[in-house]
């Protein structure tokens, strides 16, 4: 019990840590003592910008891409799209990894597979102790929250050498962030050019063969950010991300307050740019002004 509790504590930063643990995290924080860091990369949008990101806040740390096949109906082009990041991306230098086999347990047509980000925390932390897995503002997802990340690393830890490898800990920089908000980073950090190519090529849509089929939820949330910061990418997806025949309970939910602020600014933004906010019934697409 006492190792848990002290696990438990550490994570959660209620302890009263030594003289030198204090001396180490003062270190740390003033970068004087890089960090090494694990990022688990899935090729869309979310990870691949936060590649970027965090070399640009903290280019001293040492960064450790993994991407984890769990061979679901979306690995194979997982894959294919992690391969091309990689070969565009200087210095990504991705770890490639086969994790347990998950295809008896995505049969949902989200892909949504129970417990994925505790599998991907638990193969990280061979590689690292500070583990990035990617959320955004405006998440909603059992296993990917700010609570779910704390309740994760005590977890780790408990059954872990802390003593030994260090505490571990899970979390993304971008709980205070949109998608528009990573896409904007991209052209500003990127330039429009590269931002653009990168973008086209990460991909979280949930068909297992087309980069962008246009008519899913992860293509519509793209799109949405994409057009929000400024991009005009319809051509992008292979069916029209106006014409999504979700859209209208989107709009519903969005008149419920079923999400964030700043995502429902966002997204109703856009859907009134070409005159969807009414919908009912099959999209009629109203160009831009």
């Known amino acids: 019990m006492e190792r848990i509790s002290r696990a438990h504590q550490l994570i959660l930063m209620r302890m009263r840590f030594s003289f ?5 995290m003062r270190k740390i924080v003033e970068r004087k003592i890089p960090m090494k860091s694990v990022l688990c990369l899935s090729g869309g949008l979310d990870s691949t910008t936060a590649y970027f990101w965090l070399k640009y806040v903290s280019p001293n740390d040492e960064l450790k891409s993994v991407y984890v096949n769990l061979n679901t109906k979306y690995s194979q082009k997982e894959t ?6 990689n070969a565009k991306i200087s210095g990504l230098d991705i770890q490639f990894c ?3 086999d998950m295809s008896s347990f995505d049969a949902d047509k989200t892909g949504y597979v129970r417990f994925r980000n505790l599998y991907l925390a638990m193969l990280a932390a061979q590689f690292g102790t500070n583990i990035r897995i990617i959320g955004v503002k405006g998440d909603k997802v059992c296993d990917k929250s700010p609570e779910a990340f704390e309740t994760m690393s005590t977890l780790l830890n408990a059954v872990s050498d802390i003593d030994r490898d260090g505490p571990v800990t899970i979390s993304s920089p971008f ?6 908000d990573l896409v904007k980073f991209l052209l ?3 330039g429009k050019e590269k931002a653009i190519d990168v973008l086209k090529t990460s991909s979280s849509c949930y068909d297992s063969i087309k980069t962008h089929c246009g008519h899913c939820p992860s293509c519509f ?5 994409l057009e929000a910061a400024g991009i005009e990418s319809v051509s992008w997806f292979t069916s029209d991300p106006r014409k999504y025949d979700e859209i209208p309970n989107y709009i519903s939910r969005l008149k419920n307050g079923k999400y964030e602020a700043q995502r429902t600014a966002e997204t109703v933004l856009i859907l009134a740019k070409y005159g969807l906010l009414n919908l009912e019934g099959p999209a009629q697409v109203r160009e831009k002004e």
Do not use: Y
């Open 20 to 24: 030198e643990e204090q001396d180490l």
């Open 80 to 85: 294919d799209v992690v391969t091309s990041l």
């Open 98 to 100: 086969t994790g347990p």
């Open 175 to 180: 709980w205070d962030l949109t998608k528009t």
């Open 188 to 190: 500003e950090n990127l």
């Open 221 to 225: 949330r793209k799109w949405i950010a």
